[in-house]
DNA sequence: AAATATACTTACTTAGTAGTAAGTAAACAA
DNA sequence: TTGTTTACTTACTACTAAGTAAGTATATTT
């Protein structure tokens, strides 16, 4: 009758990983602990256990998405410009490929009703992803392997939004609604 | 004791109205009947009442904002398409003003969750309004009023997917987030 | 070997949620 | 004036949500 117990709760990362994929798939407060619990086999109190209030799973999903984005792209650190926008892109096509839509088009539309600490995290992140993007156009713009228009700034915000929505207007639309803005987008910033 | 009832039922125009209002700020999943029924001021089964399923009262939201987009679009037929576009922009500035998302943001992370009819809805709306953008886009550039590389159909597809994250983006940035995106958008747009 | 910490389960509470069946007051039509 | 439709309210159901208190088996430390 005993239920085997995982050493060194590889249950709480199983948590996160589907919390993660939820997330995307369902919006924050559209999933339920039901949908952990069921398809990992536990009972919600064991995710209880591991993070007090859902709020606290929110804000570790948010958490190991930006250490992610952080070794990504100091991984991609010594590449060209261009190239590391071309990276950045491939992880949303990845994305686009699984059905997924990026953390922040799940979490803006719900941010009114996030707890502050969670509001406070997804602001970390947008600043976070803004700031990288800015300073990889302003670079790239310098060594003219990029061309633009206007503020890094404003240019940087400009394809974070449309690399967002489009995950949001593929899964409406279909797969080539992602496919045709990467590429005009791509090719929008190759040529003067 | 007798509360008043309304003549020819107002009631259903403000239920409709404020579950506009409700999508785009929590979310459709994210509010309930009691966030319409206690404003104002009636029980949850008089919303029933006019609208048997949370699903139906979606589907007149959509309907609704449809109908508004198309008269809209209709009103500016006659103008240069730069203007449309302006105007449309201006649509949009308005939502962001008022911290308000546009429908298609608020219910496409939340499409997989929504039922067929609602579904369906949201796609109608998504091919109407790149349908929309895609025309006067075409005609934009045919006139030499509007200059932009590749086909209008991926351009149309990158200036609504801007438009809409643009609106998500300010509500986690703050609304400079906005202004920046819409202002660049359409200087792009207007030089070659 | 005993005490303690870890990683859960069992069983429950509280507070919602959408939705419904039956009743009612007013407006309208015959 | 009677019957019917409209626009609700009252009072409820069935269900699901997040969250909790107390118990338990295993692993680790002393």
């Known amino acids: 009758m005993c239920r085997k117990r995982q050493i060194m709760s590889e249950t709480k990362d199983k948590i996160v990983a589907l919390a993660d ?5 369902k919006g924050f407060n559209a999933f339920s602990y039901k949908d952990i619990s069921a398809p990992l086999e536990i009972k919600n109190a064991a995710i209880h256990y591991h993070f007090p209030a859902k709020a606290d799973l929110g804000v570790e999903v948010v958490d190991q998405e930006m250490a992610k984005f952080h070794t ?3 991984r991609w650190k010594n590449l060209p410009e261009n190239e590391q926008l071309e990276k950045l ?3 949303f096509r990845r994305h686009s490929k699984e059905g997924n839509i990026c953390l922040m088009g799940s979490l803006a539309p719900d941010f009114e009703t996030l707890e502050p600490a969670m509001q406070a995290k997804v602001q970390e992140m947008a600043g976070s992803i803004v700031n990288w993007l800015t300073q990889c156009l ?3 713009r310098k060594k003219k392997l990029i061309h633009f228009k206007g ?4 240019r940087a915000l400009i394809i ?3 690399l967002q929505a489009s995950l949001l207007l593929s899964r409406v639309m279909g797969p080539s609604a992602f496919r045709l803005i990467a590429e005009q987008l791509m090719d929008d ?3 003067k």
């Open 21 to 25: 994929r939820l997330v995307r798939t």
């Open 151 to 154: 503020t890094a700034h404003a």
């Open 89 to 91: 892109t491939e992880v």
């Open 160 to 162: 974070i939004s449309n």
């Open 72 to 74: 990504q792209t100091s």
């Open 189 to 191: 910033l190759r040529h």
């Open 138 to 140: 302003e670079q790239g």
